[in-house]
Antibody, heavy 122, light 106 residues
Framework: QITLKESGPTLVKPTQTLTLTCTFS??????????VAWIRQPPGKALEWLAL???????RYSPSLKSRLTITKDTSRDQVVLTMTNMGPVDTATYYC??????????????WGQGTLVTVSS | DIQMTQSPSSLSASVGDRVTITCRAS??????LNWYQQKAGRAPKLLIY???SLQNGVPSNFSGGGSGTDFTLTITSLQLEDFATYYC?????????FGQGTKLEI
């Protein structure tokens, strides 16, 4: 059974850097084709894909946030870490990590972690 | 980025009804389209991948269709537990993008 769980601060101040950790089990990030993504959802709004890291350490970022995001993995600890710099109130959201599944040339996200709400406020 | 537009934004229905939610892509995406269900306060759950493949464990009253730019999620014989918000997601071109959601209400 695959599970993921996000952890990190619930409150950050404007201009601070956010660091979130996704701890997972049931799969290995050293297995070919495996990936873990970060996706966020502002309160009452839609989902926004942020970043993705592959088993081979390739990384992909949302073009609109690329300058602020860094995604890394620690295979030995089964963790993926997302950092986002220069946080502002508009970054207030629930942040999810999700397991990326590949089927041929298709991919989808399943399952997702429970999410962690991050509020940006002074 | 590929824009995904869902319609309607909200929908009222009754138990036992059949409903269809539409998702339109701003360009052709083949069948690179996934559907998720999200209940209040919960994480999204995968329902359909590759436009029409039902995820293991998802009830058969859910079905997906379409290709190119127009896609549908159909729920037949609505159950109480089906009232939730539904999102489409394209995986054709990076970055992956989601629709704005369709809230299905009783």
């Amino acid at each position: 059974q695959i599970t993921l769980k996000e952890s990190g601060p619930t409150l950050v101040k404007p201009t601070q850097t956010l660091t979130l950790t996704c701890t997972f089990s049931g799969f290995s990030l050293s297995t070919s084709e495996v990936g873990v993504a970060w996706i966020r959802q502002p309160p009452g709004k839609a989902l926004e894909w942020l970043a993705l890291i592959y088993w081979n350490d390739e990384k992909r970022y949302s073009p609109s946030l690329k300058s602020r995001l860094t995604i890394t993995k620690d295979t030995s600890r089964d963790q993926v870490v997302l950092t986002m710099t220069n946080m502002g109130p508009v970054d207030t959201a629930t942040y999810y990590c999700a397991h990326r599944i590949v089927g041929g040339t298709f991919h989808w996200f399943d399952p997702w972690g429970q999410g962690t709400l991050v509020t940006v406020s002074s | 980025d590929i824009q995904m537009t869902q319609s309607p934004s909200s929908l009222s229905a009754s138990v036992g009804d059949r409903v269809t939610i539409t998702c339109r892509a701003s360009q052709s995406i083949g069948t690179y389209l996934n559907w998720y269900q999200q209940k209040a306060g919960r994480a999204p759950k995968l329902l359909i991948y590759a436009a029409s493949s039902l995820q293991n464990g998802v009830p058969s009253n859910f079905s997906g269709g379409g290709s190119g730019t127009d896609f549908t999620l159909t729920i037949t014989s609505l159950q109480l537990e089906d009232f939730a918000t539904y999102y489409c997601q394209q995986s054709y071109s990076a970055p992956d993008t989601f629709g704005q959601g369709t809230k299905l209400e009783i």
